[in-house]
């Protein structure tokens, strides 16, 4: 359905144990794994950018044309197809209380930013803006930012 709408699908890989299907890879334009899910999907080391950027390509040859990495306090990188990696250093926060929701909360946002038509390198920015608000809250849904304090930050990076 979305795909019939022109709506971008994105799968953030949390949770997902083994390989994907090559069926379901067919339909998911970015998939989104952290550095730990992307080496239980492919089953390759993920320490070094050079071994993260390895394990993208190998997502690539499984189907998935996108691969948004979420890096923690590295940042994130998005790996499309064909292409050199958009990497996005992460906007550290002064005081982190609580990790937990950020990985959830940069895929949204960058989702958020792509269907309003934001170049891939500006989406990443605003992604990292809204995990940086993420981890100075407790909890994983009440850090989840607010679009105008995103967008404030967003705008001072």
Known sequence: AARNADVPVVLDAGGIDGPLPPELLGFVDILSPNETELARLTGMPTESFEEIARAAL??????????????????????????????????LAKTVIDTTGAGDTLTSAFAVALVEGNSKKDCLRFAAAAACLCVQVKGASPSMPDRISVSDLHNCQ
């Open 58 to 91: 190998k997502c690539h040859e499984l189907g998935a044309k996108q691969v948004l990495a979420k890096l923690g306090h590295k940042g994130s990188a998005l790996f499309i197809e064909g292409e050199n990696p958009i990497q996005q250093p992460a906007i």
